[in-house]
Structures are given as C-alpha cells and as structure tokens.
C-alpha cells in the first residue's frame, strides 16, 4: 500500500477538504485518522506526514495561480529608448527637480530614485546630453539603450505575496537582469536593456 498516493486520492477525491486547506482550517490528525479508517490501515504517522506534504503542495499552487491570474489581467506598458543615471546626491535637489518639471512639460518619462548617498534619474534618451551637461559634477555613471516595462496590477497585489519575486524568478530563468525595480501601490516598474525587451514581453504574456 502506497501511503502518499491514497492520502493523495483520498483529498483529490473530496473538494471540500482541499477547499479547507486554501482557508486555512484542516486538522491534520482528525483527517489522518479518517484516512486510515477509510483504507484500514494503522499507519497514522506516515499518512499524517504525506496529508502535510500533499497540503503544502496544493496551498502553493493555489498561491502560484492567484499571482499568474494577477499577472495575467495586469496592464502593460512598454517604454523603449530609455536611460538611467546615477548621480551622488546633492544636499539639494532643487536642480533635478527643475530638470524634472522639463521633463514633463514635454510630457516626457521621468522617474527619481533618491537613496542615502546616490539618486538614480530614469528618462527619456533625448534627455543624456542636458544630464551631461546640468549633472556633470554629480554624475557616477548613465546607462543607456535601456526598456521599461511597466505592470498595473488591480488592488489585489496588497494582498498577496510574492508576485514581485514571482516575476524576477521568471525573468531570471531566460537570462534577464533586471538593472533596475521601482513600485508605487499597484504599479510595478522595471529597467532591462533594450536586447532583453522581446524576450521579456513574451515571458510576462500569460
């Protein structure tokens, strides 16, 4: 008597139990015991182990198909010609945040980073020479022939784990490296040089 493969049975063979273990309410030993009156047998031990290792499985592909379906009905946006600098950051940013309000008076793509000692500039390539002009001083180094791939996903992601992880794992798997990840609330934003883009949008099309 295979003991995993009868517990597994058993569970697939009733909804309702795996429909307890997504909500969190199965009790281990009790379903046990009803197993192996079931099948009559007296390895308790060894069905509560497979019942625990069979649980583990099914919660994490439920979970793996609550982040695929977030995936799937995001929206995507695609910025190609994209650059990114890295500055040390000046005691005032007065001057980027002149640069930025440029930017979007010409409806261009400007995002700001500001960490501890660096700030990172993302923005349009037509941008690289006023930024090698204006930020010289400050300027470590500027990237450029760089994508931006943009995920707007619904409310839902607040609520569930490991969807930024997910889409790294994914990305990582076909030899793409995220150069650079940015979110604000349901926005996920992400930089990969522009080789990568075609090879990534068909990753992240569910």
């Known amino acids: 008597m295979n003991i995993t493969k009868i517990t597994q049975k058993y569970i697939d063979d009733h909804p309702s139990i795996k429909d307890c273990i997504v909500k969190g309410i199965i009790n281990y030993s009790a379903l046990a015991r009803e197993i192996c009156n079931f099948h009559k047998t007296n390895q308790f031990d060894a069905v509560l182990i497979a019942a625990r290792r069979y649980f583990y499985k099914v919660k994490k592909q439920v979970h793996e198909t609550k982040i695929i379906n977030l995936i799937k009905n995001s929206k995507l946006i695609v910025r190609n010609k994209i650059i990114v600098a890295i500055l040390d950051k000046p005691k ?37 020479k006023i930024i090698l002009n204006e ?21 839902e992601i607040e609520t569930t784990s490991g969807v930024v992880n997910y889409i790294y794992g994914l990305l990582s798997d076909k030899g793409i ?10 926005d996920l934003m992400i930089i990969l040089d522009n080789k990568d883009l075609s090879k990534a949008m068909t990753v992240l099309s569910f």
Do not use: R
Request: glycine fraction near 2%; aromatic fraction near 12%.
């Open 177 to 186: 490296n995220v150069l650079e990840e940015m979110s604000c609330w349901t």
């Open 135 to 155: 930020f010289k001083t400050w300027l470590i180094q500027i990237e450029k022939n760089l994508a931006q791939i943009t995920l707007i996903f619904s409310p």
């Open 92 to 128: 005032d940013l007065a001057k980027i945040y002149n640069f930025q309000k440029h930017v979007k008076k010409e409806k261009g793509d400007f995002n700001l980073i500001e960490g501890e000692e660096v700030v990172t500039i993302i923005t349009n390539a037509k941008y690289s």
